[in-house]
């Protein structure tokens, strides 16, 4: 069955530090991978998008990677500081049954950054 | 407006009751789709609109849920005798095309059955 995996567990890093989040797909073939960011009460905001023939995408400390081999795709934030403290959720695109795409979000992980 | 917009933002019913969601999506926005995220949980997709085709229904959970857009534009999402599992919050989102671009999220109607 179709998947897409991101650890429940929240990741706590101190200020400055590199966060790197991980979403794991299985039994997909996306066309593109998409990272928002969603913060308590509020609907998800976009981030990046990263097409399946692109291996990395930057913007300003966001960075995305993305391998179709092992069916991955890796979010950092560089410098991370306490206001990156939120939810961020990876999407795929997916073929519908009834032939149209749309897109499938994962669960998310928390990502909480100590001053 | 500038943003999607949804009403109301919070919904208390009670069970067996029905319910009816307000989403206005940003103006040109062609694409419009319906979630549902229960509380630590993913979005899980229920409809969306493209232009004038007709609605893909394919993540509509039961026969119980409805969703019509009039005019290309506002959509409301209607729950026939809610139940309990139904308590959720609901995001709209709308984008320009249907695949690929980013997707622009309301801030989501809380519904609580009791």
């Known amino acids: 069955s179709q998947k897409i995996e991101q650890n429940s567990e929240a990741l706590n890093i101190q200020e400055g530090k590199t966060a790197t989040l991980t979403c794991n797909y299985t039994?997909?073939?996306?066309?593109?991978l998409q990272w928002y960011r969603q913060d308590p009460g509020r609907g998800p905001v976009f981030l990046l998008l990263?097409?399946?023939?692109?291996k990395e995408k930057r913007k300003e400390r966001l960075k995305v990677t993305f391998d179709t081999t092992l069916k991955q795709s890796l979010f950092h934030i560089t410098a991370s500081q306490p206001a990156d403290s939120a939810t961020y959720l990876c999407?795929?695109?997916?073929?519908?049954?009834?032939?149209?795409?749309?897109?499938?979000f994962g669960s998310g992980t928390r990502l909480q950054v100590q001053p | 407006g500038a943003g999607v917009s949804q009403s109301p933002s919070n919904k208390v019913t009670e069970k067996g009751k029905d319910v009816e969601l307000r989403c206005d999506p940003i103006?040109?926005?062609?694409?419009l789709y319906w979630y549902r995220q229960s509380l630590g949980q993913g979005l899980e997709f229920l409809i969306y609109?493209?232009?004038?085709?007709?609605?893909?229904k394919s993540g509509l959970p039961s026969d119980r849920f409805s969703a019509e857009r009039t005019g290309g534009s506002v959509s409301t999402l209607t729950i026939q005798r809610t139940q309990q599992e139904d308590s959720a919050v609901y995001l709209c989102?709308?984008?320009?095309?249907?695949?690929?671009?980013?997707?622009?999220f309301g801030p989501g109607t809380r519904l609580t059955v009791l």
């Open positions: 103006s040109g926005h062609t694409a």
């Open positions: 039994n997909y073939s996306p066309a593109y």
């Open positions: 999407a795929l695109d997916r073929l519908m049954d009834t032939g149209r795409r749309a897109l499938t």
């Open positions: 990263i097409r399946e023939n692109e």
């Open positions: 609109f493209q232009g004038n085709s007709a609605p893909d």
């Open positions: 989102a709308s984008s320009l095309v249907l695949s690929g671009n980013e997707q622009f």
